[in-house]
Protein backbone atom coordinates (compact mmCIF):
# COMPACT_ATOMS: atom_id res chain seq x y z
CA UNK A 1 0.00 0.00 0.00
CA UNK A 2 3.21 1.80 0.17
CA UNK A 3 3.43 2.39 -3.40
CA UNK A 4 -0.26 3.60 -3.79
CA UNK A 5 -0.06 6.05 -0.64
CA UNK A 6 3.31 7.73 -2.53
CA UNK A 7 1.57 7.49 -5.66
CA UNK A 8 -2.06 9.33 -4.25
CA UNK A 9 0.60 12.03 -2.71
CA UNK A 10 2.46 12.62 -5.58
CA UNK A 11 -0.90 13.48 -7.44
CA UNK A 12 -2.73 15.27 -5.43
CA UNK A 13 0.54 17.84 -4.77
CA UNK A 14 -0.76 21.09 -6.04
CA UNK A 15 2.52 21.80 -7.44
CA UNK A 16 2.68 19.17 -9.50
CA UNK A 17 -0.45 20.23 -11.78
CA UNK A 18 1.01 23.60 -13.24
CA UNK A 19 4.27 24.96 -14.50
CA UNK A 20 5.25 24.31 -17.85
CA UNK A 21 6.37 20.49 -17.07
CA UNK A 22 2.79 20.11 -14.89
CA UNK A 23 0.41 16.99 -15.48
CA UNK A 24 -1.85 19.87 -16.85
CA UNK A 25 0.14 20.70 -19.45
CA UNK A 26 1.55 16.79 -20.15
CA UNK A 27 -2.16 16.44 -20.06
CA UNK A 28 -3.28 18.68 -22.54
CA UNK A 29 -0.84 17.85 -25.10
CA UNK A 30 -1.40 14.10 -24.52
CA UNK A 31 -5.13 14.94 -25.82
CA UNK A 32 -3.98 17.06 -28.62
CA UNK A 33 -1.95 14.09 -30.23
CA UNK A 34 -4.37 11.37 -29.20
CA UNK A 35 -7.27 13.36 -30.72
CA UNK A 36 -5.12 14.70 -33.81
CA UNK A 37 -4.28 10.90 -34.48
CA UNK A 38 -7.36 9.68 -33.97
CA UNK A 39 -9.37 11.85 -36.52
CA UNK A 40 -6.91 11.67 -39.15
CA UNK A 41 -6.91 7.84 -39.15
CA UNK A 42 -10.63 8.06 -38.76
CA UNK A 43 -11.02 10.28 -41.74
CA UNK A 44 -8.85 7.78 -43.73
CA UNK A 45 -10.10 4.02 -42.73
CA UNK A 46 -13.52 4.81 -41.92
CA UNK A 47 -14.63 6.04 -45.77
CA UNK A 48 -12.71 3.07 -47.16
CA UNK A 49 -13.62 0.57 -44.90
CA UNK A 50 -17.25 1.54 -45.45
CA UNK A 51 -16.86 1.79 -49.19
CA UNK A 52 -15.55 -1.81 -49.55
CA UNK A 53 -17.93 -2.87 -47.54
CA UNK A 54 -20.94 -1.27 -49.40
CA UNK A 55 -19.46 -2.58 -52.98
CA UNK A 56 -18.67 -5.96 -51.15
CA UNK A 57 -14.95 -6.10 -52.62
CA UNK A 58 -11.54 -5.44 -51.17
CA UNK A 59 -11.81 -7.76 -47.77
CA UNK A 60 -8.58 -9.29 -48.93
CA UNK A 61 -7.16 -5.27 -49.34
CA UNK A 62 -8.52 -4.19 -45.27
CA UNK A 63 -7.55 -8.03 -43.90
CA UNK A 64 -3.88 -7.66 -45.53
CA UNK A 65 -3.58 -3.74 -44.08
CA UNK A 66 -4.81 -4.54 -41.12
CA UNK A 67 -2.62 -7.37 -40.55
CA UNK A 68 0.77 -5.47 -41.47
CA UNK A 69 -0.69 -2.33 -39.42
CA UNK A 70 -0.80 -4.57 -36.32
CA UNK A 71 2.37 -6.36 -37.26
CA UNK A 72 4.31 -3.10 -37.05
CA UNK A 73 5.80 -1.64 -33.84
CA UNK A 74 4.98 1.91 -32.80
CA UNK A 75 8.20 2.49 -31.52
CA UNK A 76 10.27 1.50 -34.55
CA UNK A 77 7.82 3.62 -36.93
CA UNK A 78 8.90 6.62 -35.02
CA UNK A 79 12.27 5.52 -34.44
CA UNK A 80 12.75 5.74 -38.66
CA UNK A 81 10.59 8.71 -38.31
CA UNK A 82 13.12 10.32 -36.13
CA UNK A 83 15.95 9.93 -38.22
CA UNK A 84 13.92 11.49 -41.34
CA UNK A 85 14.02 15.05 -42.16
CA UNK A 86 10.49 14.67 -40.07
CA UNK A 87 12.60 15.01 -37.05
CA UNK A 88 11.98 18.29 -36.77
CA UNK A 89 8.64 18.74 -37.24
CA UNK A 90 7.78 18.68 -34.15
CA UNK A 91 4.52 16.29 -33.38
CA UNK A 92 4.12 15.22 -36.85
CA UNK A 93 6.68 11.89 -36.35
CA UNK A 94 4.24 10.83 -33.64
CA UNK A 95 0.86 11.74 -34.97
CA UNK A 96 1.44 9.61 -38.24
CA UNK A 97 3.53 6.62 -36.43
CA UNK A 98 -0.17 6.56 -34.14
CA UNK A 99 -2.26 7.20 -36.95
CA UNK A 100 -1.03 3.76 -38.88
CA UNK A 101 -1.41 2.11 -35.30
CA UNK A 102 -4.97 3.68 -35.10
CA UNK A 103 -5.60 2.55 -39.23
CA UNK A 104 -6.38 -0.69 -38.62
CA UNK A 105 -8.88 -1.46 -35.84
CA UNK A 106 -10.88 1.08 -37.66
CA UNK A 107 -10.64 0.14 -41.23
CA UNK A 108 -11.60 -3.61 -40.29
CA UNK A 109 -14.13 -2.68 -38.36
CA UNK A 110 -15.76 -0.56 -40.69
CA UNK A 111 -15.58 -3.46 -43.35
CA UNK A 112 -16.60 -5.97 -41.27
CA UNK A 113 -19.83 -3.82 -39.76
CA UNK A 114 -21.14 -3.24 -43.45
CA UNK A 115 -20.81 -6.61 -44.46
CA UNK A 116 -22.40 -8.27 -41.82
CA UNK A 117 -25.60 -6.44 -42.38
CA UNK A 118 -28.49 -8.76 -42.36
CA UNK A 119 -28.64 -9.23 -46.39
CA UNK A 120 -32.41 -10.18 -46.22
CA UNK A 121 -32.61 -6.16 -45.12
CA UNK A 122 -30.28 -5.11 -48.21
CA UNK A 123 -32.73 -7.13 -50.33
CA UNK A 124 -35.69 -5.73 -48.92
CA UNK A 125 -34.15 -2.54 -49.10
CA UNK A 126 -33.66 -2.63 -53.18
CA UNK A 127 -36.83 -4.41 -53.60
CA UNK A 128 -38.15 -0.74 -52.26
CA UNK A 129 -36.06 0.49 -55.09
CA UNK A 130 -33.57 2.03 -52.96
CA UNK A 131 -30.70 3.44 -54.57
CA UNK A 132 -27.04 2.32 -53.76
CA UNK A 133 -26.33 5.69 -51.56
CA UNK A 134 -30.18 5.11 -49.89
CA UNK A 135 -29.67 1.51 -49.20
CA UNK A 136 -26.09 2.70 -47.37
CA UNK A 137 -27.32 5.68 -45.23
CA UNK A 138 -30.59 3.81 -44.69
CA UNK A 139 -29.65 0.72 -44.04
CA UNK A 140 -26.30 -0.42 -44.11
CA UNK A 141 -24.83 1.69 -41.79
CA UNK A 142 -27.03 2.54 -38.81
CA UNK A 143 -26.93 -1.36 -38.32
CA UNK A 144 -23.59 -1.46 -38.84
CA UNK A 145 -22.46 1.37 -36.52
CA UNK A 146 -22.24 -0.93 -33.29
CA UNK A 147 -19.40 -2.49 -35.05
CA UNK A 148 -18.18 0.49 -36.27
CA UNK A 149 -18.18 2.21 -33.03
CA UNK A 150 -16.50 -0.44 -31.29
CA UNK A 151 -13.62 -0.13 -33.49
CA UNK A 152 -13.57 3.65 -32.99
CA UNK A 153 -13.65 2.68 -28.91
CA UNK A 154 -10.74 0.12 -29.49
CA UNK A 155 -8.36 2.75 -31.74
CA UNK A 156 -8.73 5.62 -29.00
CA UNK A 157 -8.02 3.24 -26.25
CA UNK A 158 -5.01 1.84 -28.29
CA UNK A 159 -4.05 5.49 -28.92
CA UNK A 160 -4.48 7.47 -25.73
CA UNK A 161 -2.23 4.71 -24.38
CA UNK A 162 0.20 4.33 -27.32
CA UNK A 163 0.49 8.25 -27.00
CA UNK A 164 3.16 7.71 -23.98
CA UNK A 165 5.64 7.03 -27.12
CA UNK A 166 5.83 10.69 -27.99
CA UNK A 167 8.41 10.97 -24.23
CA UNK A 168 10.41 8.17 -25.91
CA UNK A 169 12.04 11.02 -28.51
CA UNK A 170 11.79 14.59 -26.30
CA UNK A 171 7.95 15.51 -27.03
CA UNK A 172 5.20 16.03 -24.66
CA UNK A 173 2.47 14.45 -23.02
CA UNK A 174 1.74 12.35 -20.03
CA UNK A 175 4.55 10.04 -21.26
CA UNK A 176 6.84 12.66 -19.82
CA UNK A 177 5.72 12.21 -16.61
CA UNK A 178 7.03 8.59 -16.32
CA UNK A 179 9.85 9.33 -17.93
CA UNK A 180 10.83 12.12 -15.41
CA UNK A 181 10.16 9.82 -12.54
CA UNK A 182 12.04 6.86 -14.01
CA UNK A 183 15.26 9.41 -14.72
CA UNK A 184 14.67 10.16 -11.04
CA UNK A 185 13.84 6.71 -9.57
CA UNK A 186 10.59 8.61 -8.46
CA UNK A 187 8.71 5.23 -8.51
CA UNK A 188 5.77 7.37 -7.20
CA UNK A 189 5.46 9.66 -10.06
CA UNK A 190 6.04 6.49 -12.23
CA UNK A 191 3.11 5.15 -11.25
CA UNK A 192 0.92 8.57 -10.42
CA UNK A 193 1.79 8.95 -14.80
CA UNK A 194 0.94 5.50 -15.94
CA UNK A 195 -2.62 5.77 -13.34
CA UNK A 196 -2.99 9.37 -15.21
CA UNK A 197 -2.82 7.44 -18.60
CA UNK A 198 -5.10 4.60 -17.56
CA UNK A 199 -7.53 7.39 -16.30
CA UNK A 200 -7.41 9.21 -19.64
CA UNK A 201 -8.17 5.85 -21.45
CA UNK A 202 -10.79 4.78 -18.98
CA UNK A 203 -12.31 8.40 -19.84
CA UNK A 204 -12.28 8.04 -23.54
CA UNK A 205 -13.52 4.77 -23.52
CA UNK A 206 -16.72 5.83 -21.24
CA UNK A 207 -16.92 8.41 -23.15
CA UNK A 208 -17.47 7.18 -26.48
CA UNK A 209 -19.63 4.15 -24.84
CA UNK A 210 -22.13 7.38 -23.96
CA UNK A 211 -22.54 8.52 -27.72
CA UNK A 212 -22.75 4.81 -28.95
CA UNK A 213 -25.77 4.62 -26.42
CA UNK A 214 -27.13 8.24 -27.75
CA UNK A 215 -26.99 7.47 -31.41
CA UNK A 216 -28.61 4.05 -30.17
CA UNK A 217 -31.48 6.07 -28.29
CA UNK A 218 -32.01 8.29 -31.42
CA UNK A 219 -32.51 5.54 -33.45
CA UNK A 220 -34.98 4.29 -31.90
CA UNK A 221 -36.70 7.61 -31.29
CA UNK A 222 -36.60 7.87 -35.19
CA UNK A 223 -38.14 4.15 -35.87
CA UNK A 224 -41.25 5.45 -33.62
Do not use: C, K
Not at 110 to 135: F, I, N, S
Not at 209 to 223: K, N, P, Q, Y
Request: a positive charge.
Amino acid sequence: MGIVTDAWGWLTTGAHWTGEEGIGRRLAEHVYVSGAALLIAAALALPLGLWLGHLGRGGALAVNVSNVGRAIPVFAVLALFMVSPLRNAGYVPTVVALVLFAIPPLLTNAYVGVREVDRAAVRAARGMGMTGGQLFLRVELPLARPVVMTGIRSAAVQVVATATIAAMVGQGGLGRVITAGFATYDTAQVVAGAVLVALLALLVEGVLVGVDRLFAHDGRSTER
